[in-house]
């Protein structure tokens, strides 16, 4: 049983200042969190004021909730596609010709169910070249999606992903070898 009355964060550190915090979010709300077609050029910029890392010919759909921008790196050519959830408790890392597709969600947190204090976990997530997140899956805190691997609509992925498969599922299962 979980006691929410006595729950820490337990020395997270959110990465930036309150005021920095408090920016950002005004800048979601008007720019990030809404079907209005800004500039993928405009909302690059923006994450890198903000610190992040954004690589050349990066395309960010409407919708796309960022928690933490100073703890997201972008390589070249990544898509993110309309209502993407990148809660970035920890640093997630989407490297080159990586597409994120619509609803996927990266989640670098969750909570330790096995103490009655549920406390915070965060590990990072990283999505290797050439990979595609499709429609509605979720990332776990800690996966790493290997280069070339595609992960299935609606898949639940809790473990790493090896280099050029599929996967899909809840749990996500290794489906189908791809070529290189």
């Known amino acids: 049983m979980i006691r929410l009355d006595g729950y820490k964060a337990h020395g997270f ?5 309150r005021v920095k915090e408090g920016l950002w979010l005004l800048v979601r709300w008007a720019i990030f969190l809404t079907p209005l077609p800004w ?8 994450l890198r004021w903000f610190g ?11 919708n796309v ?4 921008p100073w703890r997201l790196a972008l390589g070249d050519h990544v898509w993110l596609g309309e209502e993407v ?3 970035s408790l920890a640093q997630v890392t989407v490297e080159s010709h990586v597409c994120v597709s619509q609803r996927a969600f990266l989640c670098t947190g969750s909570h330790d169910h096995g103490k009655e204090t549920f406390d915070l976990i965060t590990r990072p997530i990283v ?21 070339g691997s595609r992960v299935s609509a609606g898949s ?13 599922g809840n749990p996500a299962v290794v489906v189908k070898e791809l070529p290189e």
């Open 65 to 68: 909730n960022i928690t933490f």
């Open 85 to 87: 959830h990148i809660l």
């Open 52 to 62: 992040a890392t954004v690589g050349r010919g990066v395309v960010i759909r409407g």
């Open 156 to 168: 639940v992925v809790s473990r790493d992903v090896p280099p050029f498969v599929a996967v899909r």
């Open 39 to 46: 500039p993928s050029a405009l909302k690059c910029a923006l």
């Open 127 to 147: 999505l290797r070249e050439g990979c595609w997140v499709c429609a509605m899956a979720f990332i776990g805190p800690g996966v790493e999606v290997g280069r």
């Open 13 to 17: 550190d959110r990465g930036a200042s």
